[in-house]
C-alpha cells in the first residue's frame, strides 16, 4: 500500500513533465504577431494643441484642433493679396503635415484641371504667410510621436 502511494505521484510527476516541455515563441515571433496586430493607418492621439488638450472626448479634440488650424490660416491668409489676384478663389485646400518633432509644412492642393492659377504664386505667399505658428503637439502611436497628414479646407474672405 505504502509502495503504491509513493508510486501514484511518481506517476503523475512523470506524466506532468509533457506540459512543461512546450515551445516558447521566438522574440522574433512575438515581434511580427504585435507588429501585424497594429493598425498602422491611425494613430492613438491626434495632433492637438494645448487649448483643445482638456476635452476628453476624442472627437470634440479633434474638431477643436481642426477648427484653430482653420481659423489661423485664414486670419494669416486675409491679409494678404491672394482674394484680390484671384477673386474667384474663395477656397483653397491646405495639406497640412504635423511632423514628429511639432513642425509644421503647408501645401496648397489643387484641381486637377486648374490653369487659371499661378500654382508658384499661391505656393509662395502660403509659405510667406504661414508661419510663427503656436506649438502643436504632434500625433501619437502608441507614445512615439509621428508624422500626420490632413487637408483642411479654407474659405479666403475678401475685406
Not at 91 to 114: G, H, N
Request: with cysteine; charged share 25%; proline share 7%.
Amino acid at each position: 500500500m505504502r509502495k503504491t502511494f509513493f508510486l501514484l505521484p511518481f506517476l503523475i510527476f512523470i506524466n506532468s513533465c509533457q506540459y512543461f516541455d512546450k515551445q516558447v515563441p521566438s522574440k522574433e515571433e512575438l515581434l511580427q504577431k504585435e507588429l501585424k496586430s497594429i493598425n498602422w493607418n491611425e494613430v492613438d492621439e491626434l495632433p492637438s494643441i494645448n487649448e483643445c488638450e482638456q476635452i476628453q472626448d476624442k472627437t470634440q479634440r479633434q474638431q477643436c484642433f481642426f477648427d484653430f488650424l482653420t481659423a489661423k490660416i485664414q486670419e494669416k491668409l486675409s491679409i494678404d493679396t491672394l482674394s484680390i489676384l484671384y477673386p474667384e478663389l474663395d477656397t483653397i485646400e491646405v495639406k497640412v503635415t504635423v511632423f514628429p518633432d511639432a513642425s509644421l509644412k503647408f501645401e496648397p492642393q489643387f484641381p486637377t484641371d486648374s490653369l487659371a492659377y499661378d500654382k508658384i504664386k499661391i505656393d509662395s505667399i502660403l509659405h510667406a504667410r504661414l508661419v510663427d505658428f503656436p506649438k502643436i503637439n504632434p500625433a501619437l502611436k502608441r507614445g512615439i510621436p509621428v508624422k500626420t497628414q490632413f487637408i483642411l479646407p479654407v474659405i479666403l474672405e475678401v475685406e
